[in-house]
């Protein structure tokens, strides 16, 4: 079976990850998943939902520009909250303690770096959809943006719940089929929570940048 090198940025508990092995066998490959995440608690987490993947706890951003060139396929999904329109509503409004924060132009960064210096493979940057136009034109579906040097569909995973308060978190477990109570860490639950990729989302796309069309019947598929 030929391998297939993957490096997850950003990896947090592995969201848009959670579905690939079963892409795997579906394109009848050995996949070889990387995951770079910075926060100590979620990598352990991570490596405890996927042993058999390889966790590093790096900056995923450095990590990116020194190990490009080793993979077939990469997905960075960089902090989101200095994009979000939540946040910036937040912080525009006299009623919260939310401050003003620079957007963290490290996104744009790595987009400009894949589109002109990784010719390996496929990649994806997501995020969610900003409060300002786009610095550089993504695929908006839903709530969030991605830039990718392939096709996506128009219309890609679930709508994902919505959290106003803590006792929403049942929900996020049901629908990301994880027990988020399980992070100890120093980052919000909920925003952890809030900021993981659909995995729907994730097994779609890597079909899609592997070559595999998925029918109406999620059994039968197509290589291109």
């Not at 050995?30 to 590093?56: M, S, W």
């Not at 210096?117 to 959809?129: A, I, L, R, S, W």
Request: hydrophobic share 35%.
């Amino acid at each position: 079976m030929k391998k297939f090198k993957i490096l997850n940025l950003y990896a947090c508990l592995g969201g848009n990850r959670y579905k690939w092995d079963e892409v795997g066998i579906e394109a009848n490959l050995n996949l070889e998943i990387t995951a770079v995440e910075i926060d100590e608690e979620l990598a352990k987490l991570y490596q405890e939902r996927f042993p058999n993947d390889k966790i590093v706890i790096a900056d995923a951003h450095q990590y990116l520009i020194e190990n490009y060139k080793k993979f077939d396929f990469i997905w960075s999904s960089p902090p989101c909250p200095s994009h979000s329109k939540s946040r910036f509503a937040n912080a525009s409004s006299d009623k919260t303690k939310t401050k003003p924060i620079y957007p963290d132009l490290k996104l744009y960064e790595e987009i400009i770096f894949l589109q002109h210096y990784y010719t390996n493979g496929k990649y994806v940057v997501e995020n969610v959809y900003p409060f300002y136009e786009p610095l550089i034109a993504g695929k908006k579906r839903g709530r969030h943006i991605y830039w990718t040097n392939f096709n996506i569909p128009n219309e890609i995973g679930r709508l994902s719940p919505m959290m106003e308060t803590k006792g929403d978190m049942p929900r996020w477990c049901e629908f990301h089929e994880y027990d988020f109570y399980k992070y100890k860490g120093s980052q919000r639950t909920q925003k952890i929570a809030r900021n993981l990729v659909d995995y729907e989302a994730g097994r779609t796309i890597l079909e899609i940048a592997l070559g595999i069309i998925r029918k109406s019947n999620p059994k039968q598929l197509d290589l291109f």
